[in-house]
């Protein structure tokens, strides 16, 4: 069984990225191929390069949340408010 050293905590990240794919949908015109698409699971996708980033509004909630002492609200300029 595996110990985890007692400074290392757990931490919930929210972020988001986009990918990309293709859907092949037979319809009798394009608007009722976009509706159907719409409706459709999505297809197997690629990932759009540099398209990662940390939902830093929803990682101060979520550090609130959890109770972790790094919780940090930030002003316009970046400033840490204590």
Same mark, same amino acid.
């Given at each position: ?8 905590? $757990? ?5 988001? $990225?986009?990918?990309?794919?293709? @859907?092949l949908i ?12 719409? &409706?459709?699971?999505?297809? &197997?996708?690629?990932?759009? &390069? ?7 509004? @929803? ?15 930030? &002003?316009l300029d ?5």
């Amino acid at each position: 069984m595996s110990e985890r050293s007692p400074k290392k905590r $757990w931490y919930r990240i929210p972020c988001t $990225w986009e990918s990309y794919g293709i @859907m092949l949908i037979e319809a009798e015109s394009l608007e009722e191929a976009r509706s159907i698409a719409e &409706d459709d699971p999505l297809p &197997d996708a690629e990932y759009v &390069d540099g398209s990662f980033e940390i939902n830093e509004e @929803m990682l101060e909630y979520f550090l609130h949340e959890d109770g972790h002492p790094e919780k940090t609200i930030y &002003d316009l300029d970046e400033e840490v408010i204590e």
